[in-house]
């Protein structure tokens, strides 16, 4: 699934890519993902030229003087800019063609992925949205202070988008073991030295991914279609059995909340 490093990686290819280039023609070669995508879009977005794109947690915004493109990737979704000519490959579902004869194309196989739209830059997804963790907001006291009636694990905690956006499981996983916190530990639990700790371990865990383009779990392309495979050392996630690389003690994998959670008994209290 893509997380925030893979969309901030693809923010950072499309600014290169589309900003400022003209959309010549729109087409929805199917009318849903998640939700309908909107079919005035086709005229809408025609003649339009990209001013901006910004990323919310993990939403895409493509900003046009008529309003901004909101798309998520879900599950399974990738973007790639091709020449326009480039046949269609299954699963491409969405295709903005620019007059440079670039085409962008939104590729998600399981469909949990989104294309809207919003004429003044508000929506109801966005609009609860918690900070970003790269964000000032996102300071040694933020976590202290939100977590002091969650009687939630600091797992689920840390990974709800009201609080904090853009922490999925894996980033969870591994900041939680770089800061030592054992992630069954109920969130009010946790003493303020060491939520500055984990702020400042999600920070550089996610920066570092950023840097390095994204954690490439499975077939992540960077968006200028070459194959981008990157990968980062994970410290414990899917490394079941393996050993830790602090103590040499072997990662344990449990479920919280339906979701595989990795850490290591030793070092995660
Ligand atoms: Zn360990």
């Keep these: 699934m893509p997380e925030l490093p893979e969309v901030e990686t693809i923010k950072l290819g499309l600014e290169v890519l589309i900003v400022n280039q003209v959309v010549e023609r729109i087409y929805l070669h199917r009318a849903n993902l998640r939700w309908d995508i909107p079919k005035h879009l086709v005229t809408t ?6 001013n901006k794109i910004r990323r919310r947690g993990k939403y895409l915004l493509i900003e046009f003087d008529v309003g901004t493109l909101i ?10 800019v091709l020449d326009s000519n480039t046949s269609l490959k299954k699963h491409d579902h969405f295709e903005l063609v620019f007059a440079n004869k670039k085409s962008m ?11 809207l739209f919003s ?24 976590l202290y202070t939100k977590s002091r009636k969650k009687q939630q694990n600091i797992k689920a905690f840390i990974m709800d988008s009201k609080i904090i956006v853009g922490i999925g499981n894996i980033y969870a996983c591994e900041s939680l073991h770089k800061a030592g916190i054992h992630p069954e530990r109920k969130a009010v639990s946790i003493n303020k030295k060491y939520y500055a700790t984990l702020t400042k371990c999600i920070k550089e865990i996610l920066s570092r991914s950023i840097a390095a383009g994204g954690t490439t ?14 990968s980062q050392t994970l410290l414990v996630y899917g490394r079941k059995n393996e050993k830790c690389t ?3 003690c ?10 595989s959670t990795f850490y290591c008994k030793h070092c995660q209290q």
């Design 250 to 259: 072997k990662i344990v994998c449990i479920t919280q909340s339906q979701r």
């Design 71 to 80: 798309i998520h990737l879900g599950m399974s979704g990738s973007i790639k």
């Design 105 to 115: 194309r939104l590729n998600d196989p399981r469909r949990f992925g989104a294309v």
């Design 119 to 142: 004429k003044d830059n508000t929506h109801p997804l966005l609009d609860n949205l918690g900070i970003e963790p790269l964000g000032e907001l996102f300071d040694n006291e933020y």
């Design 217 to 230: 779990l499975q077939d992540f392309s960077a968006v200028d279609g070459k194959p981008g495979y990157f």
């Design 246 to 248: 602090q103590c040499g």
């Design 45 to 50: 977005l025609a003649n339009q030229s990209v």
